[in-house]
């Protein structure tokens, strides 16, 4: 791989690291705090409420692992924990109120964590 190239992948894999966790932060912190927003939708969703702060320090622990440099097998974890939250929510959602059009903006996050991914991985082989 150029070097024009390898720039340009860490430059593309650090904006969209980034706004992913940017977005995962959103939910992070009220999470962690048991925001009464938060207890509300677990309340509906009929998740135990011990849960919400659980998952909050997870999706907090996973932005740390894509943030810091290194560790290619932990962000790999970090991921996949990510990816698993998404659609945990997603699916949790559709399965209590069904599908409405605001659902689609979940998409972003989706796009933005699989380009990051994907920009991840391509930086890791031109490591190599």
């Known amino acids: 791989m150029t070097k024009p190239e390898t720039k340009r992948n860490t430059i593309m894999f650090w904006v969209f690291t980034v706004l992913f966790c940017a977005f995962m ?5 009220p999470n962690i705090l048991s925001a009464p927003e938060w207890v509300d939708v677990f309340k509906q969703l009929g998740y135990p409420l011990y849960m919400l702060p659980f998952i909050g320090v997870a999706k907090l622990l996973g932005i740390i692992a894509l943030l810091v440099p290194g560790f290619p097998r932990i962000k790999e974890w970090a991921y996949a924990g990510m990816f698993f939250d998404l659609t945990g929510a997603v699916y949790s959602g559709l399965m209590t109120g069904g599908f409405h059009p605001q659902m689609l903006f979940m998409l972003v996050p989706f796009i933005l964590g ?4 994907v920009y991840h991985h391509k930086r890791l082989s031109a490591m190599k």
């Open 25 to 29: 932060m959103m939910s992070t912190i």
């Open 114 to 117: 699989g380009l990051s991914y």
